[in-house]
């Protein structure tokens, strides 16, 4: 009896109790109903699989146009070189329009247009004994 007395005086405090899942409350501020936070969740991940489709898709298409602009000057190359007469035409061993010359044994060998100096004997600014 006096158990029964206990629990009935204690009752009216219980309604001062938190609640057990405080995260699972709509009437706090922020509350995000499960449903919806799933969604969400969904549709960002679906975000992210596109952006990086878009982004894999630009990459293919810049390097095809790469592929197709080298070909292209291949091409024209070719056709202005043969155009030429008396030209002779040397194959680019280098794999490059724009390398500078060609490489042996892992140096690098450049060719200048302009005929080396040799040092002035006589007349120099400096007398080498």
Not at 58 to 80: A, F, K, P, S, W
Not at 96 to 101: E, F, H, I, N, Y
Request: without cysteine; positive net charge; glycine residues 8%.
């Amino acid at each position: 009896m006096k158990k029964l007395i206990l629990v009935a005086a204690l009752l009216p405090f219980t309604l001062f109790a938190q609640p057990i899942n405080t995260l699972n409350n709509p009437n706090q501020p922020g509350y995000q109903n499960p449903s919806q936070q799933r969604m969400q969740n969904e549709m960002q991940v679906q975000q992210q699989q596109q952006s990086r489709m878009l982004n894999q898709q630009m990459q293919t298409q810049t390097r095809t146009q790469q592929q197709h602009l080298q070909t292209q000057i291949n091409n024209n190359t070719q056709r202005v070189q043969q155009s030429q007469p008396g030209v002779q035409v040397l194959p680019n061993t280098n794999g490059s329009m724009l390398s500078g010359g060609t490489s042996s044994g892992g140096g690098m060998q450049q060719q200048h247009m302009l005929p080396q100096q040799q040092p002035q004997q006589n007349g120099g600014m400096q007398n080498n004994p």
